[in-house]
């Protein structure tokens, strides 16, 4: 009977119980997942169709215009490193729903009558952005431990699915709202607000579990010396070259097809089904990295698609325009998913993929940034776009050498 007894407290059957139960239910966390998710693109990919507008309104620079894009860039690979300090002091479902009003609040101070206000708008979301790109695989791999990377692939999807309805409904919301580019761009904090209110549940549930000894206050350790790490450092590598030549398309590739005689609005429509064929990248490489013991194979395949990608815009950039904007859409929504993949498969705790989460964002986004600057400046330098172009298949040897190392089945 004394043992009885001392067992009985382990038991919990105060009132808290069915509620923190109906917190927990996995919908709830896959909707705010799913929500969080659509938010951490869509402010991005909304803009671009609208720096045209913003350069005139302010009488900008083309240099200016180019940085309310690469800005954002900048600032998540700033934004990044401070996050696992985060998650640890105040826990990662309070620092998420932080990040999505921060977010918001950004996109509102973006549209504000003023240069310095939609500069230092940019400069929040990349940090909004940051902590988000940090907290969500540590999230994954505690929630999901035995499918993370299944559901890696399906938030992965989600960032990209929120990218490509972002950009192609900007000009339309801006027609339907009648407020100009302002009315367009700050519409999409009502989606920040609408992830908040859907993530609210697992701040809740968190801070119930927070009085329960059958909760582990710490959710794994975090790695000892994880910049030392050759792993973290091809991990890190891969994401970045790999972002890097993402970006770089993003800024100029309808540009290289129009250069070399593609009528604009065809560049466009060429460049949108690039962005969608990513979708599929994105949710179907993580499934099949999630499956492997090693990754090894598919890192070297998203980089030699990345390659054969590139490859075609060098030597038919016109006549084989479609065929290469569905590879580099498989190759960049892959390397996106395989990139995020990594950082669940490669640690053994959820503190641990966020301290790695923080250390191969934070290198990737800074490299990243670099990719548009530097090719606008290589094809004014030479006048042309095929400096460009040879010296990013130079750059896809590097993420599959990094992606070769990353793809060991080893963990940090």
Same mark, same amino acid.
């Given at each position: 009977?004394?043992?009885?007894?001392?067992?009985?407290?382990?038991?919990?059957?105060?009132?808290?119980?069915?509620?923190?139960?109906?917190?927990?239910?996995?919908?709830?966390?896959?909707?705010?997942?799913?929500?969080?998710?659509?938010?951490?693109?869509?402010?991005?990919?909304?803009?671009?169709?609208?720096?045209?507008?913003?350069?005139?309104?302010?009488?900008?620079?083309?240099?200016?215009?180019?940085?309310?894009?690469?800005? $954002?860039?900048?600032?998540?690979?700033?934004?990044?490193?401070?996050?696992?300090?985060?998650?640890?002091?105040?826990?990662?479902?309070?620092?998420?729903?932080?990040?999505?009003?921060?977010?918001?609040?950004?996109?509102?101070?973006?549209?504000?009558?003023?240069?310095?206000?939609?500069?230092?708008?940019?400069?929040?979301?990349?940090?909004?952005?940051?902590?988000?790109?940090?907290?969500?695989?540590?999230?994954?791999?505690?929630?999901?431990?035995?499918?993370?990377?299944?559901?890696?692939?399906?938030?992965?999807?989600?960032?990209?699915?929120?990218?490509?309805?972002?950009?192609?409904?900007?000009?339309?919301?801006?027609?339907?709202?009648?407020?100009?580019?302002?009315?367009?761009?700050?519409?999409?904090?009502?989606?920040?607000?609408?992830?908040?209110?859907?993530?609210?549940?697992?701040?809740?549930?968190?801070?119930?579990?927070?009085?329960?000894?059958?909760?582990?206050?710490?959710?794994?350790?975090?790695?000892?010396?994880?910049?030392?790490?050759?792993?973290?450092?091809?991990?890190?590598?891969?994401?970045? @070259?790999?972002?890097?030549?993402?970006?770089?398309?993003?800024?100029?590739?309808?540009?290289?097809?129009?250069?070399?005689?593609?009528?604009?609005?065809?560049?466009?429509?060429?460049?949108?089904?690039?962005?969608? @064929?990513?979708?599929?990248?994105?949710?179907?490489? $993580?499934?099949?990295?999630?499956?492997?013991?090693?990754?090894?194979?598919?890192?070297?395949?998203?980089?030699?698609?990345?390659?054969?990608?590139?490859?075609?815009?060098?030597?038919?950039?016109?006549?084989?325009?479609?065929?290469?904007?569905?590879?580099?859409?498989?190759?960049?929504?892959?390397?996106?998913?395989?990139?995020?993949?990594?950082?669940?498969?490669?640690?053994?705790?959820?503190?641990?993929?966020?301290?790695?989460?923080?250390?191969?964002?934070?290198?990737?986004?800074?490299?990243?940034?670099?990719?548009?600057?530097?090719?606008?400046?290589?094809?004014?330098?030479?006048?042309?776009?095929?400096?460009?172009?040879?010296?990013?298949? @130079?750059?896809?040897?590097?993420?599959?050498?990094?992606?070769?190392?990353?793809?060991?089945?080893?963990?940090?």
């Amino acid at each position: 009977m004394a043992v009885t007894r001392a067992q009985q407290p382990v038991v919990t059957t105060s009132a808290p119980l069915p509620v923190r139960a109906r917190l927990a239910h996995p919908l709830l966390l896959l909707t705010g997942i799913v929500l969080v998710a659509l938010n951490m693109r869509a402010c991005l990919a909304a803009i671009s169709p609208m720096v045209g507008e913003i350069q005139r309104t302010f009488g900008l620079s083309t240099t200016a215009s180019g940085l309310i894009t690469t800005v $954002p860039v900048l600032f998540q690979g700033v934004g990044a490193p401070l996050t696992p300090r985060l998650t640890r002091r105040f826990g990662a479902e309070r620092v998420v729903l932080g990040a999505v009003l921060v977010l918001g609040a950004g996109v509102l101070l973006r549209v504000l009558p003023s240069v310095f206000a939609l500069y230092a708008g940019c400069v929040v979301i990349g940090v909004a952005i940051a902590v988000l790109n940090v907290s969500m695989p540590g999230l994954v791999k505690r929630e999901f431990p035995d499918r993370a990377a299944t559901m890696t692939g399906v938030y992965s999807t989600t960032m990209l699915v929120g990218a490509t309805l972002a950009a192609g409904t900007s000009v339309p919301l801006e027609h339907a709202l009648g407020g100009g580019w302002r009315a367009s761009l700050g519409a999409w904090s009502l989606l920040a607000l609408v992830a908040a209110v859907a993530w609210l549940p697992q701040v809740l549930r968190s801070r119930q579990e927070r009085g329960s000894a059958a909760v582990a206050a710490v959710p794994g350790t975090p790695i000892a010396g994880v910049w030392k790490s050759p792993l973290a450092w091809q991990i890190s590598l891969f994401m970045g @070259v790999s972002s890097l030549l993402v970006y770089t398309l993003v800024a100029w590739m309808p540009t290289i097809l129009a250069d070399h005689g593609m009528d604009r609005g065809q560049a466009g429509l060429v460049f949108a089904f690039s962005n969608l @064929v990513q979708v599929a990248g994105a949710f179907l490489v $993580p499934l099949m990295a999630g499956r492997m013991t090693s990754q090894r194979a598919l890192a070297v395949t998203m980089a030699a698609l990345n390659g054969f990608g590139i490859a075609l815009l060098l030597v038919a950039p016109v006549s084989a325009a479609w065929v290469s904007a569905t590879i580099l859409g498989v190759a960049q929504g892959g390397s996106l998913g395989l990139g995020l993949a990594f950082i669940v498969l490669r640690t053994r705790s959820a503190a641990g993929a966020a301290q790695l989460g923080g250390m191969s964002q934070a290198v990737g986004y800074l490299v990243a940034a670099a990719g548009p600057v530097g090719a606008g400046a290589l094809h004014q330098l030479t006048g042309g776009w095929e400096a460009t172009l040879v010296l990013m298949l @130079v750059l896809v040897v590097v993420v599959g050498a990094a992606g070769w190392g990353a793809g060991r089945n080893r963990t940090l």
